[in-house]
């Protein structure tokens, strides 16, 4: 799994899964087109914890917010997707450039928090992971006070985000090769 090849450990872990029949190519079609106006509930809580200022357009996708966020889609396989980022914990550290899956699994620079999730559609599921590894024991801290506060929004963002999927994928029609 290309989750665990860049996570292998973790400090912080949330799961979530939905069954689907869905095919895999709809399912992956559905997260990269899927929009904030198909997620309205995902954009108000965005907006909440202040990361939506900027103005988040209904017919966005939310895959492309997140990669002009910082995130990066770094691997992609016939079943699971991979995305990553990482933060800054404090001033000074220096922020890493553009990552694959070696480097993001390498850097250990302190001041960071690695942040990776991934899709992965498997046996009639669509499951979304989400792990976060600190670089050093300070960044932990910090991540560990924000994780409190925004912990059970973070869970109903992924299981939004999952019905919003599957129920785009489910009605997308039937393509032939």
């Known amino acids: 799994m290309l989750l665990d090849e860049a996570m292998p450990r973790w400090d912080k872990r949330e799961i979530h899964r939905i069954a689907t029949d869905a095919p895999v ?6 997260i990269e ?9 995902f954009k108000a809580l965005m907006k909440v914890r202040g990361l939506g200022r900027d103005g ?5 996708p939310l895959l492309g917010w997140f990669t002009s966020y910082g995130f ?6 016939d079943e699971e997707m991979l995305i990553v980022r990482v933060e800054r914990t404090r001033r ?11 480097t993001f699994r390498a850097d250990s620079d302190p001041g960071h928090v690695k942040i990776a999730f991934n899709f992965r559609s498997v ?11 600190s670089t050093d ?5 910090v991540f560990a006070a924000y994780w409190v506060g925004i912990r059970v929004g973070s869970a109903v963002i992924r299981r939004v985000w999952l019905r919003a999927i599957r ?8 393509r032939r090769p």
């Open 123 to 133: 046996d009639g599921y669509l499951t979304t992971e989400t792990r976060v590894c």
């Open 137 to 141: 024991a300070r960044s932990r801290r």
């Open 92 to 102: 000074g550290a220096s922020h890493p450039g553009p990552q694959t899956v070696e």
């Open 33 to 41: 087109e899927l929009t904030w106006s198909e997620v309205p509930v």
């Open 167 to 174: 129920a785009r994928a489910q009605r997308a029609p039937m």
């Open 72 to 77: 990066e889609l770094v691997d992609r396989t």
């Open 56 to 60: 988040l357009s209904g017919d966005d």
């Open 25 to 30: 190519e709809e399912l992956f079609r559905a």
